[in-house]
Structures are given as structure tokens and as C-alpha cells.
């Protein structure tokens, strides 16, 4: 399958900080991408859906100021969690899918807010 | 997206069959029966999707009864390193990367 690359796959941030996770499609352009967030025990939670240019559709109860998306680029999607603290330390995943094609995860960041 | 129920969990032997149900009864004419699994501490894997009739691929079995509110998807030769958590997803195809993960069936496989 197409490859997702995130990075870092671990951080570790102060808290009051802000932290930028990468994710990158390596081998297709990705039209749309995805942001989860997994707490330890939990499934999987949507936060937001961005396209390329065009600014995050958020799901609810997802602060979008403190959770920042920029998809500038159909290779590349940020999130910035913005002066993160130790309840926002879990795993955050994304997925990005081409045009016409099905979503490919990425290998997840670890953040730790101490 | 429809609702999914599964197991919390099963066990099942290295080397044998790993048969994983799923009931989706309330699925729409339109939305497909997706498969990942998710290692621990990993990203979630696509495994294999179908709409009504069987599908396979180099991973895995997909079986869907005809009503198709329940599906099976199937490991023919499990390994150790299947051992992972392992969702199904129904949704429509073009929602391919948002889905509404469940909280999946944990297969444990055991030598």
C-alpha cells in the first residue's frame, strides 16, 4: 500500500509549549488528510479532516485554536498543538487519501506533555 | 456510518484459521465493510474491504453474508505477529479516511 510518514514518532514537550507533528505522503499526492487522537485503552477519535488549501473541518469538541492543521501541500499536513499540556499527552494519528483512492495511516506520534 | 459490534476479544492458535466476526445490521446499500488492525502503539493498517461479494488478498479473507449485516473477516494462517487489535468499519467509499473506529476485537494468538 501507499506509505504515510510521521514525524516525530515520539515527543516529548514541556508544558505551555507547542509541539508540530508532521505527515507526509510518500509515494501518492493526498488530497485529503486526517487527524485522530488515541488515548491509552481508547479507540480512535476523528479530530479533524483538512484538505490541500483550504482550511480544517474540525469534529466536535475539537478546539481548533489550540489545535492547529495546516495542509498546504498534497504531500504535506501539520498539526501544531498549541501551548500543549499534560492532558493532551496521547497518540496522534493521521491518514491521507488521493484522489479516488483509499486512506493510508501513518505510524502515529507519541506526545508526552510533562 | 453504521454501527459495528464485535467481540472484546479472542485468542487463537499460531498456525491455525483466526475467524474474526463482525455484525453490521444496520448497513446501507452503499457502505462498504472495511477491515484494519492496529498493532500496539502503531498506526492502524488497512487490511481488506468489500461491498457484498467475498474478497481476498495477500493478508486476509473477507466474508460477507448475503444479507450483509454480518461479515467474517478470516487470517488462514495466523501468526504471532497478528496479535492486534482489529476493527471493522462500515462507511460509504468516498469517506475513505474518515471513519468512526470502534473499539475493535483484541486477537491475541498464542504459540
Known amino acids: 500500500g501507499a506509505v504515510v510518514s510521521q514525524h516525530p514518532s515520539w515527543v516529548i514537550c514541556k508544558s505551555g509549549t507547542s509541539v508540530k507533528i508532521e505527515c507526509r505522503s510518500l509515494?501518492?499526492?493526498?488530497?485529503?488528510m486526517f487527524w485522530y487522537r488515541q488515548f491509552p485503552k481508547q479507540s480512535l477519535m476523528l479530530m479533524a479532516t483538512?484538505?490541500?488549501?483550504?482550511?480544517?473541518?474540525?469534529e466536535q469538541g475539537v478546539e481548533k485554536d489550540k489545535f492547529l492543521i495546516n495542509h498546504a501541500s498534497l504531500t504535506l499536513s501539520t498539526l501544531t498543538v498549541t501551548s500543549a499540556h499534560p492532558e493532551d499527552s496521547s497518540f496522534y494519528i493521521c491518514?491521507?487519501?488521493?484522489?479516488?483512492?483509499?486512506?493510508?495511516f501513518g505510524q502515529g506520534t507519541r506526545l508526552t506533555v510533562v | 456510518d453504521a454501527k459495528t459490534t464485535q467481540p472484546t476479544s479472542m485468542d487463537c492458535a499460531e498456525g491455525r484459521a483466526a475467524n474474526l466476526p463482525c455484525n453490521h445490521s444496520?448497513?446501507?446499500?452503499?457502505?462498504?465493510v472495511y477491515w484494519y488492525r492496529q498493532i500496539h502503539s502503531q498506526g492502524p493498517q488497512y487490511i481488506i474491504h468489500?461491498?457484498?461479494n467475498n474478497e481476498t488478498n495477500e493478508m486476509a479473507s473477507l466474508i460477507i453474508t448475503e444479507d450483509r449485516k454480518s461479515s467474517t473477516l478470516i487470517l488462514p494462517h495466523a501468526t504471532l505477529r497478528d496479535t492486534a487489535v482489529y476493527y471493522c468499519?462500515?462507511?460509504?467509499?468516498?469517506?475513505?479516511?474518515?471513519?468512526?473506529f470502534g473499539d475493535g476485537t483484541t486477537l491475541t494468538v498464542k504459540p
Open positions: 491518514s491521507a487519501r488521493g484522489q479516488n483512492t483509499e486512506a493510508f
Open positions: 509515494d501518492f499526492q493526498a488530497t485529503t
Open positions: 483538512s484538505n490541500e488549501g483550504s482550511k480544517a473541518t474540525y
Open positions: 444496520t448497513i446501507s446499500g452503499n457502505e462498504y
Open positions: 468489500g461491498l457484498k
Open positions: 468499519i462500515v462507511r460509504v467509499l468516498q469517506d475513505a479516511g474518515k471513519s468512526t
